[in-house]
């Protein structure tokens, strides 16, 4: 079990300390049934393919990673280093698990794996910093199709 | 992660429903995403644990059955702590004896290609079992670790650092950063290359990495020159280049 109260005080501190701004709710969504949804994911693990742009501090950008990508062309750029690497570097599923969900959907549990996932910087210091290009996130999913996003921090 | 659940709805217009797990709960508390997951894992590892596919899968499928259940914002408790190897303490199979750091530059490049060189065959054995490695966001490829050594063997001993061969994807004082996480990938995946029941945790890798490495007090010894530099670029990476609890020898 890990939770804040096992983490280094320092690690911690730092977490708890982090901004959370209120954003207006939004209408609910209805989803589709499970079994008819597309489903991309949305990481916030700084990552990217090895040929895209690394990430800056403080950058709000995202990086697109195609859903037939290999995982041999996966790098990660997150500035922080007060998280694991380690599990990613064995299993690039611990973070961003594409393998699980294209089995999920080899297996009719969902519908279908949407052809791009997305990636942010994670630990933002002002999370409303990124309402621009979260909202053009949602239109570009909605736009290809997809139902339903899983996002993933870090 | 919360603000986006809310920011991607809000732009896909009602057409794209959200959920996701969260690794601090008090931020999902306070956030309120649509539907989130709170999972008891380390940080790093929000489906849980490496080459553990099963469980993976059931924390993937936990959240994403928020999507057929939840009809008001909803944050649950996943009920599992990830799979551990159990009692046994990890031991690294490569077994390193480090020197005291030389004063002098090019000594002490030479003491850390060294070091590397005594993992490589390790690395090898990574990149063959893995098909991959995620070494290469400094711009160097694994031919070139090496140069990220002298690199930092440079900033170490106060020498200007050398650009090498490698087509660096940040300027300095940035690169030091990018460098050092790429060689920390490299020993990572050398230090878990040999399969086996009995797989580190992260604190583990930490433990050996900066106690039983020449690389972990060479990084120190980065950080004492970075606390001390005019430069507020360079001082402000202090915070990125050694976790938390781990800037002092044990």
Redesign the interface.
């Given at each position: 079990?890990?939770?804040?109260s096992d983490?280094?005080p320092?690690?911690a501190k730092n977490?708890?300390s982090?901004p959370?701004?209120?954003?207006?709710?939004?209408?609910?969504?209805?989803?589709r049934?499970?079994a008819e949804?597309k489903?991309a994911i949305?990481t916030?693990a700084g990552m990217h393919a090895?040929d895209d742009r690394?990430f800056?501090?403080g950058s709000v950008e995202y990086r697109l990673i195609p859903g037939e990508i290999?995982?041999?062309d996966?790098?990660?750029?997150h500035?922080?280093?007060?998280?694991?690497?380690?599990?990613?570097?064995?299993?690039i599923?611990?973070?961003f698990?594409l393998?699980?969900?294209r089995?999920?959907a080899e297996q009719g549990?969902?519908a279908g794996v949407s052809r791009y996932h997305y990636s942010?910087m994670?630990a933002?210091p002002d999370?409303?910093r990124?309402?621009k290009?979260?909202?053009?996130?949602?239109?570009l999913?909605?736009e290809d199709g997809?139902?339903?996003?899983?996002?993933?921090?870090? | 992660?919360?603000?986006?659940?809310?920011?991607?709805?809000?732009?896909?217009?009602?057409?794209?429903?959200?959920?996701?797990?969260?690794?601090?709960?008090?931020?999902a508390e306070?956030?309120?995403?649509?539907r989130s997951l709170w999972v008891?894992?380390?940080?790093?590892?929000?489906?849980?644990?490496?080459?553990q596919?099963d469980f993976?899968?059931d924390?993937?499928?936990s959240?994403?059955?928020l999507?057929?259940s939840a009809?008001?914002?909803a944050l649950v408790d996943y009920p599992n702590?990830a799979p551990t190897s159990g009692d046994d303490p990890w031991a690294c199979a490569v077994a390193l004896a480090p020197p005291e750091p030389a004063d002098e530059t090019e000594a002490l490049r030479d003491q850390l290609v060294e070091e590397i060189r005594q993992l490589a065959p390790w690395h090898a054995e990574s990149v063959k079992r893995?098909?991959?490695?995620?070494v290469?966001?400094s711009g160097a490829s694994l031919g070139q670790v090496e140069d990220l050594a002298r690199l930092l063997a440079d900033f170490a001993t106060g020498a200007e650092p050398s650009d090498g061969e490698i087509d660096w994807?940040?300027p300095m004082p940035?690169r030091l950063?990018?460098a050092s996480?790429d060689l920390?990938?490299f020993y990572?995946?050398a230090a878990?290359a040999q399969p086996g029941a009995n797989?580190?945790t992260?604190a583990d890798?930490n433990d050996w990495l900066f106690n039983q490495t020449l690389l972990g007090t060479v990084l120190r010894q980065i950080v004492g020159r970075m606390r001390e530099s005019e430069d507020r670029r360079v001082a402000g990476l202090v915070?990125?280049?050694?976790?938390?609890?781990f800037a002092r020898a044990r």
């Amino acid at each position: 079990m890990v939770r804040t109260s096992d983490m280094h005080p320092d690690m911690a501190k730092n977490l708890l300390s982090l901004p959370l701004p209120e954003i207006e709710p939004q209408p609910w969504i209805a989803p589709r049934p499970l079994a008819e949804a597309k489903v991309a994911i949305v990481t916030t693990a700084g990552m990217h393919a090895e040929d895209d742009r690394p990430f800056n501090p403080g950058s709000v950008e995202y990086r697109l990673i195609p859903g037939e990508i290999d995982f041999a062309d996966l790098r990660m750029s997150h500035l922080s280093v007060n998280f694991d690497r380690s599990g990613f570097q064995q299993d690039i599923n611990t973070v961003f698990p594409l393998e699980r969900l294209r089995e999920l959907a080899e297996q009719g549990v969902i519908a279908g794996v949407s052809r791009y996932h997305y990636s942010f910087m994670g630990a933002q210091p002002d999370p409303t910093r990124l309402e621009k290009t979260g909202e053009e996130i949602g239109r570009l999913l909605a736009e290809d199709g997809v139902n339903a996003a899983f996002l993933t921090p870090v | 992660m919360c603000a986006l659940s809310h920011y991607i709805e809000r732009g896909s217009e009602g057409r794209v429903a959200t959920t996701g797990v969260s690794l601090i709960r008090e931020h999902a508390e306070g956030m309120k995403p649509p539907r989130s997951l709170w999972v008891p894992f380390p940080l790093g590892r929000p489906l849980g644990s490496p080459d553990q596919p099963d469980f993976q899968r059931d924390v993937l499928l936990s959240s994403l059955r928020l999507l057929e259940s939840a009809t008001e914002t909803a944050l649950v408790d996943y009920p599992n702590d990830a799979p551990t190897s159990g009692d046994d303490p990890w031991a690294c199979a490569v077994a390193l004896a480090p020197p005291e750091p030389a004063d002098e530059t090019e000594a002490l490049r030479d003491q850390l290609v060294e070091e590397i060189r005594q993992l490589a065959p390790w690395h090898a054995e990574s990149v063959k079992r893995r098909g991959r490695s995620t070494v290469g966001i400094s711009g160097a490829s694994l031919g070139q670790v090496e140069d990220l050594a002298r690199l930092l063997a440079d900033f170490a001993t106060g020498a200007e650092p050398s650009d090498g061969e490698i087509d660096w994807n940040h300027p300095m004082p940035v690169r030091l950063k990018f460098a050092s996480d790429d060689l920390r990938a490299f020993y990572h995946e050398a230090a878990t290359a040999q399969p086996g029941a009995n797989y580190p945790t992260d604190a583990d890798l930490n433990d050996w990495l900066f106690n039983q490495t020449l690389l972990g007090t060479v990084l120190r010894q980065i950080v004492g020159r970075m606390r001390e530099s005019e430069d507020r670029r360079v001082a402000g990476l202090v915070i990125g280049m050694i976790p938390a609890g781990f800037a002092r020898a044990r």
